[in-house]
């Protein structure tokens, strides 16, 4: 009689034995498609084989033979599910507990009435005399790229949207830290063409490469049961926070911090552009900062940084990705309204149409935002709504908010918050702006005789643009609205934890 399971760790992987109580072998042909680790020493570990339906227990006639005291003669089986989500393919276990004892999976036994899908990792104990650790084996004959969970430990939350969650995942091979964004589950399906689109499109993001995005490392499809799937996105990990934080934090950035800044995101943003990819959600929480800390005064700063920054690099997130899982759902700001989406998105129109242009919108809502630190559309401004606000490019540049800006910024600001898209500034003509060159004359030089700009008729206008608040309008920061945010919560000290948001 043997003490363990009655299988042995040598294993052919075309060759599955069953082994009874005797431990004699019965050869069947199995692929083996997964592993139960065990968890005590003396207990040797067991390959389960690719079958429709696996059984264990203390029976010799079981797939698999457990010869323990507390372990049912049929203890529970193991059902082989296939998850199909466009051209990837996976298999997973499903198990369904028939013991007197339990069947324990992280600690929680197993319904009769609920069986349990099982993931790689998993703790699984069969009553209390034998615990294995499940691990699926990655095979390049079944198209599948291996389970997140053999790859990656999960950390704390960092944080939560719409339609995904953040988390810290450590990669256990290398030890990096990494981020890993969680998306809410999805339909799994045979023959669905959006994921085979998904699938075509997460593959193009891990071909990007540029200093400011965010760079994708892997993507894995994990099943939550036999209906529905999650995606683990495992991203770079970018230390200095959304450019959003910054801007809570100092109230409004200052015009030349303002220009580094965005220098970089219309670089990466460009990139985008010429792989065809439109961001379609640029905002301030979608804008990273991987901030190199300066150790000394006699550092040379790369840029108009704080006193205490060495370096800031900017890095795009977030881009298409709630086109690439289904979601169609429009970006919500922190007041609940789309105060960055171009008016072509809101336009009222089944067949809706849109492109590259609607990045360059909300680029001009970002800039706006950043050099005075409030919207230049929101329900505060009305009459009219926000919508209209929008959808008539209905702005203004608020005395004295907008006093010491220069006038170049104004006028770049207004030719990227022009309504329709053709009429827009193109992302050629932006970066060529006289506010990213220099001087008047410096712009003048410098920029194709296709582009000259009458730098008088643009000073006049910028000029004439600046207008006073009116009494009845109240004017809501970024600060403000997350103070409120916060207050609503219930944290009394507000400005305390917008300054430890920051810092984290």
């Known amino acids: 009689m043997l003490n363990g399971a009655s299988l042995k760790r040598k294993r052919s992987l075309t060759e599955n034995f069953n082994i009874s109580a005797h431990g004699k072998r019965k050869p069947q042909s199995a692929q083996i498609i ?220 200052r015009e030349d911090e303002s220009k580094n800044l965005f220098k970089q995101l219309l670089s990466g943003l460009n990139y985008l552009h010429s792989n065809e990819i439109v961001h379609r959600d640029i905002k301030p929480e979608n804008i990273l900062l991987d901030i190199t800390p300066r150790k000394s005064h006699r550092e040379i700063q790369t840029g108009p940084w704080d006193e205490d920054e060495l370096n800031i690099v900017v890095k795009i997130a977030d881009f298409g990705l709630a086109k690439f899982i289904g979601d169609m759902r429009f970006t919500n700001t922190l007041c609940g309204t789309p105060a960055y989406v171009a008016p072509e998105i809101l336009t009222s129109n089944t067949t809706r149409r849109y492109n590259k242009q609607v990045d360059l919108w909300s680029t001009g809502v970002l800039l706006y935002v950043c050099l005075c630190g409030f919207p230049p559309f929101s329900e505060e401004l009305s009459p009219p709504s926000m919508r209209e606000q929008i959808l008539r490019g209905r702005f203004a540049f608020f005395s004295p908010y907008w006093d010491t800006i220069h006038d170049d910024a104004l006028d770049l600001i207004s030719k990227l918050l022009i309504v329709n898209p053709s009429d827009r500034i193109t992302m050629e003509q932006t970066l060529r702006h006289p506010w990213f060159i220099g001087t008047a004359e410096d712009a003048a030089s410098s920029v194709p005789e296709s582009d000259k700009y009458d730098f008088q008729e643009m000073y006049a206008r910028a000029h004439s643009v600046r207008v006073p608040v009116r009494q009845d309008t109240n004017i809501t920061s970024l600060r403000d609205q997350a103070q409120s945010s916060l207050a609503i919560s219930g944290n009394m000290d507000v400005d305390n934890d917008i300054d430890q948001e920051y810092a984290s």
């Open 34 to 253: 997964a592993k139960l680790a065990s968890l005590k020493p003396d207990t040797p570990h067991i390959d389960v084989p690719q079958k429709e339906t696996v059984l264990i227990g203390r029976s010799s006639s079981c797939d698999i033979t457990l010869n323990f005291p507390d372990v049912s003669t049929k203890h529970c089986v193991l059902e082989l599910k296939t998850i199909r989500s466009g051209e990837t393919s996976r298999f997973y276990f499903v198990l369904h507990d028939n013991s007197s004892n339990g069947t324990y999976v992280n600690g929680e036994r197993v319904s009769k009435e609920k069986p349990r899908f099982l993931k790689s990792g998993d703790n699984v104990a069969f009553a209390a005399s034998c615990s294995y650790v499940l691990k699926y084996i990655d095979d390049e004959e079944f198209n599948s790229p291996g389970s997140f969970f053999d790859k990656y430990l999960v950390g704390k939350l960092l944080g939560s949207g719409h339609y995904a969650q953040v988390k810290e995942a450590q990669n256990k091979t290398t030890g990096e830290i990494c981020a890993v964004k969680i998306f809410h589950p999805r339909k799994s399906s045979d023959n669905d063409e959006t994921n085979k689109q998904m699938n075509q499109e997460m593959n193009l993001l891990m071909s990007i490469n540029h200093p400011n995005i965010v760079k994708f490392y892997h993507t894995f499809i994990e099943p939550m049961n036999e209906h529905s799937v999650t995606t683990y996105l495992v991203l770079e990990k970018v230390n200095g926070g959304e450019l959003f934080n910054r801007v809570v934090k100092k109230g409004k950035l």
